[in-house]
């Protein structure tokens, strides 16, 4: 089975500092490949980090670029980059700054990532 190796970004304000609550469900997501894993069902699924955006105002572009400088340095690659369903709420509901589109658009052109908006469906 054809690998897809991905990385996700989360909300910092909703995934909180112990990791454990919040990506309990894109775990689980990746595990029924439900949500915008779905996408993922033929594919083995391998997560190659997981970071959050760094706080508002959102400083994904940073750490996108020190998740491919990390990726360089261990001899890992990842093929897509999620942005986390925290992301996606915070945005309709909490006035989040991120736009996606625009975000999508620098990630693929500065790091050649294809990025999707939205992770697990819980
Ligand atoms: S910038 Fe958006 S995604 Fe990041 S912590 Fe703030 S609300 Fe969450």
Not at 13 to 19: E, R
Not at 33 to 60: H, T
Request: aromatic share 6%.
């Amino acid at each position: 089975m054809e690998k897809k190796r991905i990385a996700v970004i989360a909300c910092k304000n909703i995934k909180g500092i112990s990791c454990v609550g919040g990506c309990l469900k894109c775990f689980k997501g990746m595990a029924e490949k439900a949500g915008e894993y779905e996408r993922w069902k033929d594919y083995e699924i391998e997560v190659i980090g997981m970071d959050d955006c760094g706080g508002c105002p959102g400083v994904v572009m940073p750490k996108v670029k020190l998740l491919m400088e990390m990726c360089k340095l261990f001899d890992r690659d990842v093929d897509v980059i999620h942005l986390g369903t925290c992301i996606k709420v915070a945005t309709q509901t909490a006035k989040c700054p991120i736009d996606f589109e625009v975000l999508k658009k620098m990630i693929e052109s500065k790091f050649k990532k294809e990025v999707i908006l939205g992770t697990h469906p819980y």
